[in-house]
């Protein structure tokens, strides 16, 4: 199918913005705009992609992960790739993604899942050997992240050491690291009280907070860190479920999400996204909506991967909140 001229000049104009967006956003942690602005070109770039294949790109910020690191920490490769999430901005997609796992999995019923806050954070990979912590990586471009061992062994919630004696020889661990409100808060305020540049937003701090050169500077940052995934891991003995993989983490000492929950059904998962809704402002950390995955390992498999996120689960997006956040002067609703 051909496509007018100007779609083709709207396509690229719309990958080079979330090209810069996404540079100042993950490689300089100095974002220029809301992050739903973001998500709405994104969401009409998908879009024309959909309408205009023939203008799919490999290289189009849709198929890809994050942004390329700076190069100011060492490389690292991720044993298995990192990936980001599809979006739903609402219960009908929420129901379509949902009716797709039914479907691809051929199955009558839809299969168990797991929901969990969305904790907005930075996502790490963390590499246990023998049950010691042996290398912390930020997700990078989702192949290559940044080596911030260091900056991560000075997180009190991560554990330099799994509990107990019984660990495989390796396992990864992800999750995000993220820096509670009522720290941010105190920080924010120790930093404009020595007249320094005060963070965005929870996120922005821990991001700039892990990529420290100095790990002392991010030893005295109050960072917090979750799991909510296996990377790479033994095949034998090995639990057949997400949700008894966040068991196992915990029996290791490794903090879990306590607001995770199995759910069976379409109505389960829009009462727990109004239940957190509602819960949102009261918690200690931010979340910017609930991700949902299929329990099930083999279903997991099952169902893959596409470019940049699993087709087994989903992010489905809490609305903008109405607090007015000041970005390097930039004033903008978050
Ligand atoms: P994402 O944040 O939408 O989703 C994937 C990430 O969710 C994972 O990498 C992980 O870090 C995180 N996550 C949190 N809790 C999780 C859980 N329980 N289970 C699994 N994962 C969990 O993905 P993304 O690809 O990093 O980025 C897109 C986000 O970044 C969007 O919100 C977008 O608006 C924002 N962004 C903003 C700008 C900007 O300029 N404002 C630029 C680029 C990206």
């Known amino acids: 199918m051909s496509q007018p001229d100007d779609v083709q000049a709207k396509v690229e104009a719309l990958r080079a913005q979330l090209e810069r967006w996404s540079h100042q956003y993950y490689v300089l942690d100095d974002p220029k705009v809301p992050d739903q602005d973001y998500d709405k070109a994104l969401r009409e770039l998908q879009e024309l992609e959909a309408q205009y294949p023939e203008l799919k790109d490999p290289s ?74 042996a290398r912390a990586a930020t997700r990078g471009d989702g192949t290559h992240g940044e080596d911030i061992t260091l900056n991560v062994r000075t997180i009190g919630s ?98 879990i999400s306590r607001y995770a929950e ?21 918690l200690s950390f931010d979340i910017d909506g609930i991700v949902y995955k299929v329990n099930d390992f083999e279903a997991q498999r099952k169902l893959g991967f596409v470019a940049r996120a699993p087709r087994w689960s989903i992010a489905r997006k809490f609305p903008a909140q109405e607090a007015v956040t000041r970005v390097t002067g930039v004033e903008f609703q978050v």
Not at 93 to 113: G, I, K, N, Y
Request: glycine share 6%; with cysteine; net charge negative.
């Open 60 to 133: 189009s910020p849709t198929q890809r992960v994050g942004a390329a690191p700076l190069g100011a920490f060492e490389s690292v490769a991720h044993p298995m790739p990192m990936l980001s999430l599809d979006n739903a901005f609402s219960d009908e997609e929420l129901s379509a993604f949902l009716q797709r796992v039914v479907d691809r999995l051929d199955v009558e019923t839809l299969p168990e899942l797991v929901a969990e806050p969305k904790l907005d954070g930075i996502a790490v990979s963390l590499i246990y050997r023998q049950g010691v912590l």
């Open 158 to 255: 991560v554990p330099l050491k799994l509990r107990g004696d019984k660990w495989p020889e390796l396992v990864e661990i992800r999750g995000e690291i993220f820096m509670p409100r009522a720290g941010f808060e105190a920080f924010n305020e120790q930093a404009r009280r020595d007249g320094e540049k005060p963070f965005v937003n929870p996120r922005n701090a821990a991001a700039g907070s892990l990529r420290q050169l100095d790990s002392r500077i991010t030893a005295r940052r109050p960072l917090a860190f979750c799991a909510y995934a296996s990377g790479q891991h033994p095949e034998d003995d090995w639990p057949k479920s997400h949700w008894d993989v966040l068991q196992l983490f915990c029996s290791w000492g490794v903090p």
């Open 262 to 282: 199995r759910l069976s059904s379409l109505e389960d998962c829009v009462d727990y996204y109004q239940r957190l809704g509602e819960q949102r402002d009261s």
